[in-house]
């Protein structure tokens, strides 16, 4: 009778093995197909903790946000001057008729605000860091110079809308973001005429913030001319609204990281190591409204044309390390190639948990980045960081690998990525371009160190085959 036994000789029987189905799974395992999808999808998943150190960008940059608040309040906030506003407060009689024909009146109150027929400004500004914890804050005490004229208002042609005027309310007004700035009492010279600013701008306006002196009727229909000083704290940038007919402004530091913001830029400037001077022109006609407002509310005239100078701080490393993680991902998959390919010439496979080790040397580089920079620079902090991440993935792949001289390149190779990356954060304008030709050229590298590969698993190119 045929079975599946056989004598051996001995008198022990064996029974046959069932052929294997598991060869074909087995290959598909280890093929370099499957190890490099293992890859791109790791490299998705790490865009979980990628996140979580993006969120702690953003809380640091808060925290820094908050110190630049706090040192605001107590020191003074950023400073913009509107004015000075020749305001004269107006009412009429106004009749209305509702759906259903019934008649009524109210009484309508608006201000006539009139600009200065000239306006010269100048400032004197003396900055300086105020250190917050770890935080150094630009702050500066200006010392802004006001002067120029108003001419004679048509009061006539402010009645022909029948509104009665109260030329006895009117008040000449300046407008300022934050008046706790201010450290001194001033005078104002109306016509040679000392008069004191009082506190807050003199009219109804729920949002209005400055000081004002009250104006006389006989001012108003002759015209004057004015002059004054204001001693004033900020942080960070000082503006004023070209609120003349023309409007000239010079403005000297010893800040020397000057940023000129705002819709106008200085007609002329100079910057150097101790500091920088600017003027400006603003004619009216660039200034684009007129001489007369009729507003219900003068806090809306400090408007968008302001101009003026930010204290620039050359260290912004908060927004250069959150570029970085912008390149992330194909920063990492960039590395994950290296590696690799690194494994293929060996012949020596490396565990996935091995790539995620590397994975988290990679994201651990922008924590380390971000610490060092708010105690070193940015970029110290980007050499020492990037040294020791190549360093460490370096070492690690080395002997992974038992390849030292593996592990030196793959570090060499990190190394000039992280040059390039520093690259693309410091010369924004030649981003795309540099950073669309270096991936054109990874990839042509990639595509010609690997076009020997047989990506079924059948053959491996190993370091002998080479």
Not at 83 to 103: A, D, F, W
Request: glycine residues 8%.
């Amino acid at each position: 009778m045929a079975d599946n036994e056989s004598n051996n000789g001995s008198g022990t029987h064996h029974r046959a093995e069932p052929p294997s189905n598991t060869a074909p799974v087995k290959r598909m395992v280890d093929s370099p197909a499957f190890k490099f999808i293992i890859l791109g999808v790791l490299t998705l998943v790490l865009m979980i903790p990628l996140l979580l150190v993006y969120r702690i960008v953003d809380e640091r940059q808060s925290y820094s946000r908050q110190a630049v608040s706090e040192v605001g309040r107590k020191w003074g906030r950023e400073q913009s001057f509107a004015g000075p506003y020749l305001v004269i407060p107006m009412e009429r009689m106004v009749e209305s008729t509702n759906r259903q024909g019934v008649k009524s009146s109210y009484r309508e109150e608006k201000f006539a605000v009139l600009l200065p027929e000239t306006l010269d400004v100048k400032s004197d500004v003396t900055a300086k860091e105020l250190q917050r914890g770890i935080f150094d804050i630009p702050v500066y005490n200006s010392m802004v110079r006001y002067a120029g004229k108003f001419k004679a208002a048509d009061v006539d042609q402010l009645r022909r809308n029948r509104f009665e005027l109260r030329l006895d309310e009117a008040v000449l007004a300046v407008q300022i973001t934050d008046v706790r700035g201010i450290k001194k009492t001033t005078d104002v010279l109306i016509n040679e005429t000392a008069k004191r600013f009082q506190a807050g701008v003199g009219v109804k306006s729920p949002r209005g913030r400055g000081i004002h002196i009250p104006m006389t009727a006989s001012q108003i229909t002759d015209g004057f001319s004015f002059q004054f000083e204001l001693p004033v704290n900020g942080t960070r940038h000082l503006q004023i609204e070209p609120s003349g007919g023309e409007t000239r402004m010079e403005m000297k530091s010893n800040w020397p990281h000057p940023s000129f913001m705002g819709n106008f830029l200085p007609t002329e400037r100079s910057i150097s190591a101790d500091g920088f001077s600017a003027k400006w022109v603003v004619p009216q006609l660039a200034r684009g409204f007129g001489q007369l407002h009729i507003v219900k509310d003068i806090a809306p005239l400090m408007r968008s044309n302001l101009f003026g100078v930010q204290f620039y701080q050359p260290v912004g490393f908060y927004d250069l390390v959150s570029r970085a993680l912008k390149y992330a991902i194909a920063f990492i998959s960039a590395v994950y190639l290296m590696v690799y390919i690194m494994e293929v010439y060996v012949g020596k496979p490396i565990h996935w948990i091995q790539y995620v080790f590397v994975g988290f040397a990679l994201l651990i580089f922008y924590l380390v980045l971000l610490a060092l920079a708010e105690h070193l620079g940015f970029e110290i902090a980007y050499g020492t960081a990037s040294l020791a991440t190549s360093v460490l993935i370096g070492l690690y792949t080395s002997s992974a690998l038992s390849s030292p001289r593996k592990g030196l390149v793959l570090g060499f190779l990190i190394a000039i990525i992280y040059t390039l990356l520093y690259l693309l954060l410091r010369v924004e304008d030649y981003a795309l371009l540099i950073g669309s030709l270096a991936g054109f050229f990874m990839l042509a590298s990639v595509m010609y160190m690997t076009r020997n590969v047989d990506w079924s698993g059948y053959t491996i190119i190993k370091e002998s085959d080479k």
